[in-house]
């Protein structure tokens, strides 16, 4: 079956129909070539915790995956790869990345949220996507690694153009790749030339000691950091002010009870986390996942969202509901590769979200006429009007 119609506009309708007529599904994947769905939570969770679903493309059979093709340089990241490099890798940069480097992040994270709402002015209607929810993460994640600001906009548009391809623009993909392996290339250099208080230059330090990290390695790191850091904080900023727009009272009781921000987060999380489709990967054996084999060097989507909507774990599970316990939920994924900017990712949105209810009492939406991306990528607003 072909998902893509259905599923940009009326996600949540077309997974309660798979979830229910069967645990996995043959269906046509997002770059056009046969695979495998998964859509129920305990499926979704097992899978994430199986040892025998590969993320290394090699173990791929030849011509059956045709998705993101990235240079060497910028494809050895964690998201391709297992054990024993993936364990390698996770643990040098769990130790640059640390909780301690993310709780100095929150009051500049703060002080950006801060500034950008005041560029609203007192009243008026503006693009909330466009000139607070994509502005806030790429700041942050740009002062993190230590990119310049003369060029986070580069940055962002060629990530837009990833993950959101325009159809009449065919080679504009790949241009962005050539552009950002080229600037990363020119960034890598300076830092090593000098090194600042900052997580690039930490992990070449890493690099440079003693040789644990490849070149490609570092370098494809620095990508899926600022990749992987920048546009899921995005979509989940920008669908957690939708859903709160959308449920007035609920807006209400959390503005006055701001308290109640973190476990906020996880509702957002759960209800329209940003990995709409899945995520991916390659059994290395045949697996039985819901009493259906998959054979070996198959692809199998992994579907996040779908679980996260699973009435057998989360009851009533479409209602948006601030007080219920989302915890469990599989928005930032599970297992070896539970999504290494976890805190950040929940610091930045709480703040974000925050902020917003402080400052903007009254905000509302401008059009119901409410368009998503037309990406199965990130689940994400083409744009959120609102007025204030
Ligand atoms: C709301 C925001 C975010 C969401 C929804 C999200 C989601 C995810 C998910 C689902 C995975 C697991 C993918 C898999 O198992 O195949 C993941 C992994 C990862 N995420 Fe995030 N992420 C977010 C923000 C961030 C941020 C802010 C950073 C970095 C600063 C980051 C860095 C990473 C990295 C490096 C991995 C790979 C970990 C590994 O393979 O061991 N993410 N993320």
Redesign the pocket.
Known sequence: MDLADGLIDHPYDVYARLRDSAPVHRITGPDGTPAWLVTRYEDVRAA?GDPRLS?DKAHATAGTYKGFALPPALDAN??NMDPPD?TRI?RLVSRAFTPRRVEHLREPIRRTADRLLDGFGPHGTIDLVAAYAAPLPITV?CD?LGIPDEHRLDFRVWTDTLVAPDPARPGAGREAVVAMLGYLTRLLADKRAEPADDLLSDLIAVRDEGDRLTEDELMSLAF??LF??YE??VQ?IGNAVLALLRHPEQFAALRKDPARLPAAVEEF?RYE???LFG?RRFPTEDVTIGGVTVPAGETVWVS?SAANRDPARFPDPDRLDLGRDASGHL???QG??????AP??RAE?EIAVGAVLERFPDLALADEDIRWRPSLRARGLLALPVTY
């Open positions: 994430l993320l964690l998201l993936h996770r994640i993190l899926l950091i992987a850091g899921n904080t989940l999380a986390g940003p990995a995520i996040l928005a930032l994924g070896i590769h539970y999504c290494l900017g950040l990712a949105t």
